[in-house]
């Protein structure tokens, strides 16, 4: 089992920047994909960005492209988000989540998850 704890969020001017964190214990964590979701109110669940047990591998859905880095640090057993030129648009609870196996898009194959992290992004 893997334990996640989301850090980080909170207010920004559009075209600012936050870095979220996102600690894991309780197993491995190099064991485990690692991924980024996001939910607004009224809106599904949503991919944001995934990286692979290596760190090799790292996928992001289109809209945060060019924006958004994922990262892992393997002696911190934490995983990051950094969000530039944010904008509105981003305004959502961010959640980490953890799996075994092969990288994925879709939150229904992830079996950990964190409590979430508000972002608020202010025109």
């Known amino acids: 089992q893997v334990h996640l704890v989301e850090s980080g969020g909170g207010l920004v001017q559009a075209g600012g920047s936050l870095r979220l964190a996102c600690a894991a214990s309780g197993s491995t964590f190099s064991r485990y994909v690692m991924g980024w979701f996001r939910q607004a109110p009224g809106k599904e669940r949503e991919f944001v960005a995934a990286i692979s047990t290596g760190g090799g591998y790292r996928s992001y859905v289109d809209s945060v492209k060019g924006r958004f880095t994922i990262s892992r640090d393997t002696a911190k057993s934490t995983v990051y988000l950094q969000m530039n030129s944010l904008t509105p648009e981003d305004t959502a609870v961010y959640y980490c989540?953890?799996?075994?196996?092969?990288?994925?898009?879709?939150?229904?194959?992830?079996?950990?998850w964190g409590q979430g992290t508000q972002v608020t992004v202010s025109s």
């Open positions: 989540a953890a799996k075994t196996g092969v990288s994925s898009q879709y939150s229904r194959e992830y079996g950990y």
